[in-house]
Nanobody
Framework: QVQLVESGGGLVQAGGSLRLSCAAS????????MGWYRQAPGKQRALVAA???????NYADSVKGRFTISRDDAKNTVYLQMNNLKPEDTAVYYC?????????????????WGQGTQVTVSS
């Protein structure tokens, strides 16, 4: 069984910074891609940033130059450093990972979501 625990959300003024963390635990063999999504009220969940196992990154246009995604495979953790935050960044942020677990009959690849953490940026 795998669990993702997020932390680091909160209330910040426009122009401020926050760092989100998402730690995976459980019967993990390895982790492929890791990413962050966000969902604002009345909107669909959308990709913010993603990072592959090899370290390649991808960002939504709206956060390029302000957000940085990184990972620490020794800690099974993905981070999202958010700088120069804007009110339109207000949303619930979710981490998402593709995790390989070892099963009795082989390996299993599944997608896991964190519980979400609220980020609120005041103007």
């Amino acid at each position: 069984q795998v669990q993702l625990v997020e932390s680091g959300g909160g209330l910040v003024q426009a122009g401020g910074s926050l760092r989100l963390s998402c730690a995976a635990s459980g019967s993990i063999f390895s982790i492929n891609a890791m990413g962050w999504y966000r969902q604002a009220p009345g909107k669909q969940r959308a990709l913010v940033a993603a990072i592959t196992r090899g370290g390649s990154t991808n960002y939504a246009d709206s956060v390029k130059g302000r957000f940085t995604i990184s990972r620490d495979d020794a800690k099974n953790t993905v981070y999202l450093q958010m700088n120069n935050l804007k009110p339109e960044d207000t949303a619930v942020y979710y981490c998402n990972t593709e995790i390989i677990t070892a099963q009795a009959m082989g390996f299993s690849i599944n997608d896991y979501w964190g519980q979400g953490t609220q980020v609120t940026v005041s103007s």
